[in-house]
C-alpha cells in the first residue's frame, strides 16, 4: 500500500525492573534520516535503532525519543568518572591561580559537575536491555506505519481526483485547437476578401497559410504525452510500494508539457486551461513529495 512519509507512532514496554517509551514523528524526506534522542546510559543502543528503523522506514526524516523508567528494587551502581574529575579539578586551580581567587572547590560542588556521576544497573546486561527497548521501539514503528498508510491512502485518493481533472483539462486543450483553426481560417478568409474585393481567394495560398498557423499552434503532441503521464502515475499509485521518487519524476515531465501547450497558446480559452492545469500539476508536485 502506498505510505505517506508524515506520521507518529508510540511505544511502551518494561521489564520487572526497567521500561521504556519510544516516541517517534517523521517528516518528508529524500532519504532515511534519523535522529535518536536517548539518555546517555543508554547512547550504545543507538545502532540498534537505526538497524530497526531500516528495517520499517524507506525514506523520510524521523525524529526518535527515548525515556527510561527504573521499576522494582534493581541494584544499581553508582560510578564517578575520576578522569573527568581531575580535569575539573585541575581547571577550577588554573582559574583561581589565573583571577587570584579562593579555591573553595568541595566534593559536593565537584560532583554537581556535568558527567561526573553515572548511575548503572547492574541487574541487566546490555542484550536484555535492548530486548526490553526493541518491543518498545517496534510497537513505535507499527503505529507510526499505521499512520503513515492510512495518510498515503487519502493521499492517493486526493491525487486520483486530481489526475482526472487533469484528464478533463487536457481533452479540453485538444478539444479547442480545431475551433482555434477554424476560427482563424474564417478570420483569414474575411480579411483577405476586404481586401482584394470582388477578386477571386486564392484557396492553395490561404490553405497553405492555415496550414502553417496550424502547425505552430499544435499541441497534440504535448496533449498525448500528458495522457500517458496521466495513466502512468495511476498506475505507479496503484503498486504503492516507495514510489515517490519516480511520481516526483513523472510531475515534473507532466509540468514540462504544460509549459509548452501555454507558450503555444494563441487563445484565452487554452491559455486558461494550461494555467489551470499547471496549478494541478503543481499541487500533484507538492503531495507527491511526502510519499515514500
Not at 57 to 63: A, M
Not at 129 to 146: F, G, I, R, S, Y
Not at 226 to 242: A, P, V
Amino acid at each position: 500500500m502506498m505510505k505517506s512519509m508524515t506520521g507518529f507512532g508510540r511505544g511502551e514496554f518494561s521489564s520487572d525492573s526497567l521500561k521504556f517509551t519510544v516516541e517517534m514523528k517523521s517528516v518528508n524526506h529524500r532519504y532515511l534520516d534519523a535522529n535518536i534522542r536517548i539518555p546517555k546510559e543508554y547512547a550504545y543502543l543507538d545502532t540498534s535503532i537505526r538497524s530497526e528503523l531500516k528495517r520499517y522506514l524507506g525514506r523520510g526524516k524521523v525524529d526518535v525519543f527515548v525515556t527510561y523508567e527504573i521499576l522494582g528494587e534493581a541494584e544499581y551502581d553508582l560510578q564517578f568518572n575520576e578522569h573527568l574529575a581531575q580535569e575539573y579539578v585541575d581547571a577550577y586551580a588554573r582559574m583561581a591561580e589565573r583571577f587570584h581567587l579562593t579555591n573553595d572547590l568541595t566534593a559536593a560542588r565537584l560532583g554537581a559537575q556535568p558527567e561526573i556521576f553515572r548511575l548503572r544497573q547492574d541487574s541487566m546486561d546490555e542484550d536484555e536491555v535492548w530486548n526490553v527497548l526493541k518491543q518498545a521501539v517496534d510497537q513505535a514503528l507499527e503505529m507510526l506505519l499505521e499512520a503513515r498508510t492510512r495518510e498515503g491512502e487519502n493521499l492517493k485518493s486526493d491525487l486520483v481526483e486530481k489526475l482526472s481533472q487533469m484528464n478533463t483539462l487536457v481533452d479540453a486543450i485538444a478539444d479547442r485547437y480545431p475551433e482555434i483553426i477554424s476560427a482563424y481560417e474564417l478570420r483569414l478568409k474575411e480579411k483577405i476578401a476586404t481586401l482584394l474585393e470582388d477578386n477571386q481567394i486564392d484557396e492553395s495560398r490561404l490553405a497553405a497559410e492555415v496550414v502553417l498557423f496550424a502547425d505552430k499552434l499544435a499541441t497534440d503532441e504535448e496533449t498525448v504525452r500528458l495522457r500517458s503521464h496521466i495513466d502512468t502515475m495511476k498506475k505507479e499509485l496503484e503498486k504503492g510500494n516507495d514510489i515517490g521518487r519516480k511520481l516526483d519524476f513523472i510531475a515534473q515531465e507532466m509540468n514540462r508539457e504544460a509549459n509548452t501547450i501555454l507558450s503555444k497558446a494563441n487563445d484565452l480559452d487554452t491559455s486558461n486551461f494550461a494555467i489551470d492545469l499547471k496549478t494541478l500539476i503543481e499541487k500533484i508536485r507538492e503531495q507527491v513529495q511526502n510519499i515514500e
